[in-house]
């Protein structure tokens, strides 16, 4: 070995002391892109930073053309920041010293929210109408973490374009991402990619924000831009998605509060409630995952961080009989240490204590925890099986089949139904065209119209379908009537008579 050689591997190994190994900036600034934010959870980072600034009003906008989404914008009309305040808040690992009541965790989220979907990341802000602005690039991060300094006319354009009603004249920020390479179009085209996006997040950040958006702390407003026009050809407010907004309770016991008391760390109140079955609200359904949406909500200074899941208390998190049981537990800063956050800020890791003390927590009203979840899932099933009647009715048996199809894509969109079967039958002894069947769920017509409609032709299975479908429609509601009103009854008489004068002259 030469004398060079050997100076190189000291450099590398030294046999004693200690070495400084700074890591590679472009391995680490790939590896930190695919740390697996969600483009819903990567927005919610970042308005928690609107938040932080005192926001009023915030507008996500995404910009695109006939290709691509070309960039997408974060504004708000928060107190911005000076030009130092911004220089710490872009450092990967710190932020800015907002209180107590701060929803950043790491001082990572910006940053890392960001690069998950796009490869630059700008920064635009005015505070006391002085204007700052830097820019985030991949390159320059894998250079050697150079941060540039965006040019304070090009702060001045981007700060004063329309952003709906948002006023950023003498404080505001707007979070700029640009070079997108993780939203791509699907095979429907950019437009269908947008709509489906602002559908995401008008489910995701209502949810996650409720509490800001019930109380009007906060407005948040999605719309999506042609590249070069001057008006949004999409826009939407956020509505609040409240996972515990149900007019009646499922049970006239809950909700309930549970205390886990656990040693060394404190005491948690645990509010359980049980949600009415088969409802239809969008506070149950929260973009139709109700199943998935059940268990613990933990909440951190107001702001949503788990929509649901059991934290390992039971081992099937998503069993449809459970789908009414939600637990809302508020996190005190007290415990941060104790209940600790996923980088992305949508899982709440629990200490192990916490298992084993919930399943044996006592609420309120003297009922164990284990005993609070089975009574969830017996009043879903046994309203499941009242809610019968909620399953929409489609005409089935003596049907083409065509026919019987296309009767259920139309009256029910695919959701699960509840068959009616129609027969021809002999009714003239009861001097009767037509009979509902409410045990067997079968509609009965008087084969004499039948007879009189064939003209003597050959009859077939699934002969006069049309006919059968109007009879049908008719009296598709008396299905689901415990009993008929008079006037009904009296409207159904004069239709009979009707008919059989119909019949009579046809004969």
Same mark, same amino acid.
């Given at each position: 070995?030469?004398?060079?050689?050997?100076?190189?591997?000291?450099?590398?190994?030294?046999?004693? /002391?200690?070495? !400084?190994?700074?890591?590679?900036?472009?391995?680490?600034?790939?590896?930190?892109?695919?740390?697996?934010?969600?483009?819903? !959870?990567?927005?919610?980072?970042?308005?928690?930073?609107?938040? &932080?600034?005192?926001?009023?009003?915030?507008?996500?906008?995404?910009?695109?053309?006939?290709?691509?989404?070309?960039?997408?914008?974060?504004?708000?009309?928060?107190?911005?920041?000076?030009?130092?305040?911004?220089? *710490?808040?872009?450092?990967?690992?710190?932020?800015?010293?907002?209180?107590?009541?701060?929803?950043g965790k790491f001082g990572m989220g910006m940053k890392l929210a960001s690069f998950s979907h796009?490869?630059?990341?700008?920064?635009?802000?005015?505070?006391?109408?002085?204007?700052?602005?830097?820019?985030?690039?991949?390159?320059?991060?894998?250079?050697?973490?150079?941060?540039?300094?965006?040019?304070?006319?090009?702060?001045?354009?981007?700060?004063?374009?329309?952003?709906?009603?948002?006023?950023?004249?003498?404080?505001?920020?707007?979070?700029?991402?640009?070079?997108?390479?993780?939203?791509?179009?699907?095979?429907?085209?950019?437009?269908?990619?947008?709509? %489906?996006?602002?559908?995401?997040?008008?489910?995701?950040?209502?949810?996650?924000?409720?509490?800001?958006?019930?109380?009007?702390?906060?407005?948040?407003?999605?719309?999506?831009?042609?590249? %070069?026009?001057?008006?949004?050809?999409?826009?939407?407010?956020?509505?609040?998605?409240?996972?515990?907004?149900?007019?009646?309770?499922?049970?006239?016991?809950?909700?309930?509060?549970?205390?886990?008391?656990?040693?060394?760390?404190?005491?948690? &109140?645990?509010?359980?409630?049980?949600?009415?079955? &088969?409802?239809?609200?969008?506070?149950? *359904?929260?973009?139709?995952?109700?199943?998935?949406?059940? /268990?613990?909500?933990?909440?951190? %200074?107001?702001?949503?961080?788990?929509?649901?899941?059991?934290?390992?208390?039971?081992?099937?998190?998503?069993?449809?009989?459970?789908?009414?049981?939600?637990?809302?537990?508020?996190?005190?800063?007290?415990?941060?240490?104790?209940?600790?956050?996923?980088?992305?800020?949508?899982?709440?890791?629990?200490?192990?204590?916490?298992?084993?003390?919930? !399943? *044996?927590?006592?609420?309120?009203?003297?009922?164990?925890?284990?005993?609070?979840?089975?009574?969830?899932?017996?009043?879903?099933?046994?309203?499941?099986?009242?809610?019968?009647?909620?399953?929409?009715?489609?005409?089935?048996?003596?049907?083409?089949?065509?026919?019987?199809?296309?009767?259920?894509?139309?009256?029910?969109?695919?959701?699960?139904?509840?068959?009616?079967?129609?027969?021809?039958? #002999?009714?003239?002894?009861?001097?009767?065209?037509?009979?509902?069947?409410?045990?067997?769920?079968?509609?009965?017509?008087?084969?004499?119209?039948?007879?009189?409609?064939?003209?003597?032709?050959?009859?077939?299975?699934?002969?006069?379908?049309?006919?059968?479908?109007?009879?049908?429609?008719?009296?598709?509601? #008396?299905? #689901?009537?415990?009993?008929?009103?008079?006037?009904?009854?009296?409207?159904?008489?004069?239709?009979?008579?009707?008919?059989?004068?119909?019949?009579?002259?046809?004969?």
């Open positions: 070995m030469n004398d060079s050689q050997t100076m190189r591997n000291s450099a590398i190994s030294p046999s004693e /002391g200690n070495l !400084q190994l700074p890591p590679n900036a472009e391995q680490l600034i790939n590896a930190l892109r695919q740390i697996g934010y969600s483009f819903e !959870q990567a927005i919610s980072d970042l308005v928690d930073n609107c938040l &932080n600034a005192k926001a009023s009003n915030v507008l996500i906008r995404i910009d695109h053309d006939d290709k691509a989404i070309g960039r997408l914008l974060i504004v708000d009309d928060g107190h911005g920041m000076t030009g130092r305040v911004l220089d *710490k808040a872009m450092r990967f690992g710190a932020h800015e010293d907002l209180g107590d009541l701060s929803l796009a490869k630059t990341l700008s920064v635009n802000t005015i505070s006391g109408g002085t204007c700052s602005g830097r820019r985030w690039t991949v390159e320059g991060i894998s250079r050697d973490w150079t941060c540039e300094a965006i040019p304070e006319d090009e702060v001045r354009a981007l700060l004063g374009a329309p952003y709906a009603s948002l006023d950023l004249a003498r404080c505001g920020t707007v979070i700029e991402w640009s070079r997108i390479d993780r939203l791509s179009s699907g095979k429907n085209g950019v437009d269908a990619t947008v709509s %489906h996006l602002i559908q995401r997040l008008k489910v995701h950040l209502g949810l996650h924000f409720h509490r800001f958006l019930e109380t009007g702390r906060l407005t948040i407003r999605l719309d999506s831009k042609r590249a %070069h026009e001057d008006v949004p050809d999409r826009a939407v407010d956020v509505a609040a998605l409240n996972p515990f907004k149900y007019e009646e309770s499922g049970s006239s016991e809950f909700p309930q509060t549970f205390t886990v008391d656990i040693p060394e760390i404190g005491k948690v &109140n645990a509010i359980a409630h049980i949600w009415p079955p &088969n409802s239809k609200s969008q506070e149950y *359904k929260l973009g139709n995952r109700a199943a998935a949406r059940q /268990g613990f909500y933990f909440y951190r %200074h107001g702001r949503l961080i788990q929509p649901g899941g059991w934290n390992g208390v039971v081992e099937h998190e998503t069993e449809p009989h459970t789908s009414l049981a939600r637990v809302a537990i508020d996190l005190p800063d007290s415990m941060d240490e104790h209940f600790g956050l996923n980088v992305q800020k949508s899982l709440v890791i629990v200490p192990p204590p916490f298992v084993e003390l919930v !399943q *044996k927590a006592t609420s309120s009203g003297g009922m164990q925890f284990s005993k609070y979840r089975a009574l969830a899932e017996r009043v879903y099933r046994r309203k499941d099986n009242r809610a019968q009647s909620d399953y929409p009715l489609v005409p089935d048996g003596s049907l083409p089949a065509d026919v019987a199809r296309k009767a259920k894509e139309v009256l029910a969109e695919g959701e699960r139904t509840r068959s009616v079967e129609i027969v021809w039958d #002999d009714l003239s002894e009861f001097g009767a065209l037509f009979e509902v069947d409410k045990e067997k769920m079968c509609l009965r017509l008087d084969k004499r119209m039948r007879k009189q409609l064939l003209g003597g032709r050959r009859a077939s299975a699934a002969d006069l379908p049309v006919v059968k479908l109007l009879f049908f429609l008719l009296l598709e509601e #008396d299905f #689901d009537k415990a009993r008929q009103s008079a006037p009904r009854r009296k409207r159904l008489d004069a239709i009979t008579e009707l008919l059989n004068a119909a019949l009579k002259f046809e004969g």
